[in-house]
């Protein structure tokens, strides 16, 4: 498209404005149409270089159009007009990428005779109706300074101006108050950026699916420090500091981890044909293939590791930048009183450095902060510069590895671990986390990568906000919490290979056990609980954890009692570290109940059967006040109701309650409970249409059923769900439970398929049930359909075991041998399938 005749010929023949702003658009979309093949040749910096560039003239060509139009044949000098099209932020810095906002600036003198306002009235039309995504600010060049003082986010954007066409003459007054404004209260604005960016960086922490932009280590980061950069040295590039704040190599690694950062951004924005700057899981495919990368968890270890590497290299060429430049003179007495050597200094748990102190051995700054009172601490960019630059040789020397053992043994060592991952010695000095470095995991369940993940979970551990866990984590002797310390932090490094990572993970721990002489048992005790470390949970939450075959299956693993207190500490501090709010109080109880039934069966030498367990719950429920205070008939009756997991599932106070509420109940009586997630109890004398019910609830996950039959004919249902409703849905919830009591009433659904392979019957469960489990993929209305073909057989079941995921469902029913159920199975799988 000769895109410059065809201007002129519209201007010629005296087109409207209308038609000049639909050429651009048509050349505009033309361009954007051949980024894909740009980016196939030219990715980084130079891709959004040429970019930039290419907007540049389209922009220059804008505003020569709208002179022309002005002026008509008698087009005055360019640099005679008193204004200047300048551009700002990532526009100015040539970092544009493909969706982002074109920032400009229009600065002009009010000179008689130019009608400058008309310009760059048609000037903004032009562009808007052309498809430009502008972001723009008109000011005179006089007014600059007083823009500038108004805004901090002006004053940045100000920062990073770049002429694009325009006067020169114009432009040379708007760089004399550009000056004006950068050495006008510096100290004043780098502080607001610091405060700014310390705010962005806790909203936006490390995560498997960083914002390429906002996250820590992301490109703001680097803004920052060119920011800073500016104000205090009046540089244009990071580069001109190369040999005078950091060497050579520094700014190579720098760049490098910068160069990755503009690819992923440039290829997300020509992914999504939007401003995505979300590296999230979905698009990850894509990403990779673009930049060349075997598989995404490669591409992503590379993402992480390069948002580590700006991270590390901003916190400490920001405060070395920084410091001497905001030095406070009344906090030299301070810093003086609280020296702790050298040029190192503790003050308000915060630890400085010098950056003029030569870079200490590693065992000097261990032993540094093994001597530091036993609590949290932060830790000022001096420091972690120490941490940073240390020399550690390999192997580590005997003197190292005992140090460590010291630094474990303390109470608070999460500040200390996050210091290390942040200086980048995490793996040098725990080689174990070498293969998981960065190591993304991609199971839908974690929010960090390995090494994150298992930083996160020692914070958690020392931080158990469960008081029965930590009445347990209390009670361990130092020995046992420093096995336990070791096994939280080691848990995972065995992932990142073939085989199952926590056999490799239980091999792996041997080598450093060895190196700090744990010595024998603590060193079994540490192999198994890495090597079930997520047995607790996976029994808890998929598994009928009061069924006697389970809980001794379970501790045949776990081996002992001492084993079974770590493992559920351990399990804690594991989910809490997985991120987000995936530890609950309905996962909270699913624990302690595996937990207190586990260490009743861990402590009798005898197996326990049902009916023993059943005598030993009895006892406890006639011991109770709550008990004694029914009547004789009443407690008579309750002592009679067969299904002994109505006894096993629930607490003495609790099976009075039920059977006070059942002995009141005519037909039928419900009690809705929405205070953390949606509980529906119901006792029934009459039939309920279960089938209707979960059918009318299908759109809410079911988290656990209960169905248990009382006595004097009252059946007893307690469904939960995972999430929670409230107001209008509420009132719905409540009428389809009343509805539920019509057995008319049938929701039709989506056709529900199960294969047969897909459906485990165990008549060998226990003496009086047997056990029906379902493994296949999620879909809508399956428990409903499930419940309306065991109502069709005349299967009693006693309890439901939900477990759901987006894509699969493992559900388990206990149900109760009647109607010679075990003798007719082919009918249930006939049913279940539709006889496929």
């Known amino acids: 498209m000769d895109i410059l005749l065809q201007i002129e010929d519209i201007i010629e023949k005296n087109g409207s404005d209308f038609e000049l702003s639909k050429l651009f658009k048509a050349y505009i979309n033309e361009y954007k149409s051949s980024l894909p093949q740009l980016f196939e040749s030219s990715q980084g910096k130079d891709f959004l270089v040429k970019h930039t560039k290419k907007l540049d003239s389209i922009i220059s060509l804008m505003y020569k159009t709208v002179l022309r139009r002005v002026f008509g044949n008698y087009l005055p000098m360019r640099s005679s007009i008193p204004v200047a099209i300048v551009a700002l932020g990532s526009y100015g810095r040539e970092q544009l990428c493909v969706h982002s906002d074109i920032d400009l600036l229009i600065v002009y003198e009010d000179v008689d005779g130019f009608n400058t306002q008309l310009i760059i009235e048609k000037l903004f039309y032009l562009a808007l109706d052309a498809g430009l995504k502008l972001g723009h600010r008109v000011h005179e060049t006089t007014d600059l300074f007083r823009a500038a ?12 101006s770049r002429l694009i066409t325009g006067s020169p003459f114009t432009w040379h007054a708007t760089q004399k108050e550009l000056n004006k404004i950068r050495l006008h209260n510096q100290k004043e604005f780098i502080l607001a950026k610091i405060d700014e960016a310390q705010i962005r960086r806790k909203k936006y922490s490390t995560s498997m699916q960083p914002n390429i932009k906002e996250s820590v280590g992301g490109l703001r980061d680097t803004q920052l420090l060119l920011w800073i950069a500016q104000t205090i040295y009046g540089v244009e590039s990071l580069r001109d500091l190369s040999q005078k704040l950091f060497t050579d190599d520094e700014y190579r690694e720098f760049r490098i981890a910068l160069e990755l950062l503009f690819r992923v951004r440039s290829a997300l924005h020509l992914i ?9 899981l979905e698009h990850m495919p894509q990403v990779s293939k673009m ?16 948002q580590w590497r700006i991270s590390n290299f901003t916190q400490i060429f920001a405060k070395k930048m920084v410091r001497p430049y905001i030095a406070d003179m009344s906090y030299v007495k301070k810093f003086r009183k609280n020296r702790l050597s050298r040029g190192i200094y503790l003050l308000d748990d915060r630890l400085f450095a010098s950056y003029k102190l030569k870079i200490q051995p590693i065992n000097s700054l261990l032993k540094l902060l093994i001597s530091l009172p036993d609590k949290f601490y932060h830790f000022d960019a001096g420091f972690l510069n120490q941490l940073t630059y240390t020399k550690i040789s390999h192997p580590l020397t005997k003197e190292t590895y005992m140090l460590l053992k010291e630094l474990l043994r303390k109470d608070n060592i999460y500040s200390f671990l996050k210091l290390f991952y942040d200086a980048g010695v995490l793996h040098e000095l725990f080689s174990n986390f070498r293969k998981v470095l960065h190591l993304p995991q991609f199971d839908g369940y974690h929010h960090y990568p390995v090494d994150f993940h298992s930083i996160k979970c020692v914070e958690a551990l020392e931080n158990i906000e469960e008081p029965f866990i930590k009445e347990l984590h209390n009670e361990l002797s130092a020995d046992e919490k420093l096995l336990l310390k070791i096994v939280v932090l080691f848990h995972d490094t065995g992932k990142g290979r073939k085989q199952d990572h926590s056999e490799v993970g239980a091999k792996l ?18 192999v198994t609980l890495i090597k079930h470390h997520i047995l607790m949970s996976n029994v808890a939450f998929k598994e009928n954890i009061h069924n006697e075959k389970t809980l001794y299956k379970f501790m045949s693993n776990v081996k002992d009692t ?43 030498s005898d197996r326990i059967t049902d009916a023993s367990k059943r005598i030993t719950i009895e006892k406890r429920v006639k011991n109770s006040d709550a008990f004694k205070e029914l009547p004789k008939l009443l407690q008579t009756k309750l002592l009679r109701v067969e299904s002994n997991l109505f006894f096993f599932k629930h607490s003495p106070i609790d099976i009075v309650k039920i059977a006070k509420k059942a002995k009141e109940t005519k037909e039928y009586d419900f009690t809705i409970n929405a205070k953390t997630s949606l509980s529906i109890e119901i006792y029934r004398k009459v039939p309920l249409n279960v ?6 609830l299908s759109h809410l996950d079911v988290a656990s059923m209960e169905i248990f039959t009382l006595f004097d004919g009252i059946k007893y249902f307690k469904i939960e769900f995972i999430e929670n409703v409230a107001g209008n849905e509420l009132v719905e919830v409540k009428e389809i439970v009343n509805n539920a009591f019509d057995m008319n009433r049938h929701v039709t659904m989506k056709e529900v398929n199960i294969a047969k392979k897909e459906i485990v019957i165990d008549c060998e469960h226990s003496l009086t049930h047997a056990e029906v489990s379902i493994n296949t993929k999620n879909q809508i ?18 309890t439901a075991k939900i477990h759901s995921t987006k ?3 493992r559900d388990s029913f206990l149900m109760e041998k009647q109607n010679d159920i075990c003798n007719n199975v082919e009918k249930i799988y006939e049913l279940l399938t539709k006889g496929n």
């Open 149 to 160: 003082g108004e805004d901090i986010t002006i004053r940045t954007s100000l920062m990073e």
């Open 272 to 280: 999504t044909n939007k401003q995505e700057d979300r590296l999230i």
């Open 291 to 306: 930049l060349g990368f075997k598989n995404e968890q490669k591409m992503l270890t590379k993402v992480l590791h390069a």
């Open 509 to 526: 721990i041997v080598p450093f056990a060895g190196k700090i002489a744990l010595g024998e048992e603590l060193l079994e005790r540490a």
């Open 562 to 604: 001492k084993n079974l207190k770590l493992l559920y500490i351990l399990t804690y501090a594991d989910i809490n570290g997985v991120g987000g709010n995936t530890y609950n109080a309905f996962n909270s109880k699913l624990l302690h109940d595996l937990y207190t039934s586990a260490l009743e069966v861990s402590e009798n």
């Open 691 to 696: 089938g209707y019910l979960l059918a009318a």
């Open 781 to 798: 209305g399956l428990l409903a359909y499930i419940m309306e073909c065991f109502e069709e057989l005349g299967i009693n079941i006693v």
């Open 807 to 809: 894509h699969k469902v």
